[in-house]
């Protein structure tokens, strides 16, 4: 229940995010980008660790463990590297529509 309200929060948080770039202080405008990036890095690190454990948690005791947590790792490691690269093309698209915006307000 929390991830849902707290993906919601983040939604909410970038659409303000794009209201509040501004272009007479682009350096502050991308600090603030970063902030959010990192922020958004930091939380889907956290519920991606806790799937993890939770995963780990479901795996048999005794001789079949440590291959079953070693799957679910390598599961885990491939799905962060997809999450990893969202969360970069979103905040790299932020930047560019930043970059694009202020452009056309100087031509």
């Given amino acids: 229940m929390a991830g849902p309200l707290i993906a919601l929060a983040l939604t909410g948080i ?7 770039l501004d272009c007479a202080r682009p350096v502050q405008s991308r600090n603030y980008i970063a902030k959010l990036r990192l ?40 799905e962060w590297q ?12 932020m930047e560019e529509d930043f970059d694009l915006r202020c452009q056309a307000s100087i031509s």
């Fill in 82 to 93: 997809k999450i990893k690269a969202g969360i970069e093309a979103k905040y790299r698209k």
């Fill in 14 to 20: 970038l659409v303000m995010a794009q209201a509040d």
């Fill in 39 to 78: 922020a958004e890095f930091e939380w889907a690190e956290d519920v991606h660790r806790e799937a993890l454990w939770n995963a780990f948690g479901r795996c048999p005791p005794g001789a079949g463990q440590a291959a079953c947590r070693a799957d679910e790792q390598r599961r885990f490691d491939a």
